[in-house]
Structures are given as structure tokens and as C-alpha cells.
């Protein structure tokens, strides 16, 4: 809908490879997060390998929520030299989709009208990394999930406070302790637009070790 030019550049060829290479290793063991995480390490090879090759810089598509509880692959989806949705949750997002679709601003460079299809916008959300997965599989929903991120990093509330208020604990607690354990994986990440109160990487730093809490 942009009018750029796609080019389908097919994995299977290189999961074979890495399949023969590592079956001696890893024989006897089932399929896991492993090779899902083999998946989008091949996919950021081969979009590096594009920009290494043609010059233009490669652009992460992680977004806040996600690198709030770790669902990004170092080395796969993160691998890129700048962050465009590095301070937006996953539901502001969703908000901007929407608006672009029925807004063009003055300086924008794309098309009048939609530039991306409905779908694109309400879908579940998945890393397309096996059969029918998406993210609720093993998270919350997105509403949820940015409702307690946002209090948890942007309001500097503790889990025991969100609690208090009524959220469910297990989630909170769960969530929390997502937050704390992805802190290694946001001080890899790339640099990115801000927009909010508490940007990962300089407003907010926490310590990777030490099994550092606040509450």
C-alpha cells in the first residue's frame, strides 16, 4: 500500500542447514524455544546481510511492551541500528495504525489514504514462529499487559501498590519479574524515538544482576 517493492527471501534453506549442523548436539531432545529463536536469528542475518549489501540501515521492530517483558530474540528481531517503536506499548501502536490510516500529515511521505492493510492492525498478535502461536498464548492481553507496564515503568509503581488496587497478583508478580529479567536484552537493544516519561536506556536503568527487585 506504500508502493515499496517486496522481495520474499525464503528461510527453509538455512533452518535445514542449521537443523544438520546441530542434530548431532541436540539429538534425543524435543523442539523448542530453541529453534523458534534459530528462526528470527536467520531472519535478522539475512536482513542485515541486505543492508550490509545496499546500504540502507535496517530498522528493529520490537516495540515497548514486547521489549518490556523480553519478547525479542537477540541477534534476531533485535538486530538492527535504529528503534522506531522503541517507547510505544503495543496498544499505542495500535493507536497510531489507526490514526495514520485516517490522517496524513503535512510532511508525510507516503500516500493519502490507509497505508496498511485493517488486518495488519486486528490481528492477534504472533512472532509467526510456529502454528497458530500468538502472544497471548503466553501472555496477557495487550490492554492487561500495557495497563501494568505503564504503572510499573512510566508511574514507578511497585507490584505490591498495583495489587493493592485491585490487579490480579499472580500477573502482576509475573510481569514484574519479566520486566526485571529483560533488563540485559534492553541494554543491547538500539537507539529509538521518545516520546514518553521513562525511556528504556536513560531514563530507566536497573541493575542486571544481583536479582535486583524494588518490592
Avoid at 96 to 102: Q, T
Avoid at 128 to 143: A, H, M
Avoid at 181 to 189: D, I, L, S
Amino acid at each position: 500500500m506504500l508502493g515499496c517493492r517486496l522481495d520474499t527471501v525464503g528461510i527453509e534453506p538455512a533452518m535445514l542447514a542449521f537443523d544438520a549442523m546441530l542434530s548431532p548436539l541436540f539429538e534425543g531432545r524435543q523442539r523448542d524455544i530453541t529453534e523458534e529463536n534459530i528462526q528470527s536469528r536467520i531472519r535478522g542475518l539475512t536482513l542485515m546481510a541486505l543492508s550490509n549489501k545496499f546500504g540502507p540501515m535496517l530498522l528493529t521492530t520490537g516495540n515497548k511492551s514486547e521489549m518490556s517483558v523480553g519478547y525479542a530474540t537477540i541477534y534476531g528481531d533485535m538486530a538492527g541500528g535504529y528503534s522506531v517503536l522503541k517507547d510505544l506499548y503495543k496498544t499505542t501502536v495500535f493507536r497510531v495504525s489507526e490514526w495514520r490510516n485516517a490522517h496524513r500529515p503535512r510532511l508525510a511521505l507516503g500516500p493519502a489514504g490507509p497505508v496498511m492493510p485493517t488486518r495488519v492492525i486486528t490481528k492477534p498478535p504472533s512472532a509467526e514462529l510456529r502454528p497458530d502461536q500468538t502472544d497471548q498464548d503466553s501472555l496477557p492481553p495487550y490492554d492487561l499487559l500495557d495497563r501494568i507496564l505503564m504503572a510499573l515503568v512510566e508511574g514507578e509503581k511497585s507490584a505490591s501498590e498495583l495489587i493493592a488496587a485491585g490487579l490480579d497478583a499472580a500477573t502482576v508478580t509475573r510481569v514484574e519479574r519479566l520486566l526485571y529479567v529483560a533488563e540485559y536484552k534492553r541494554r543491547q537493544a538500539p537507539p529509538g524515538v521518545k516520546i514518553g516519561s521513562r525511556n528504556f536506556g536513560r531514563d530507566r536503568r536497573y541493575p542486571i544482576s544481583n536479582a535486583f527487585r524494588t518490592s
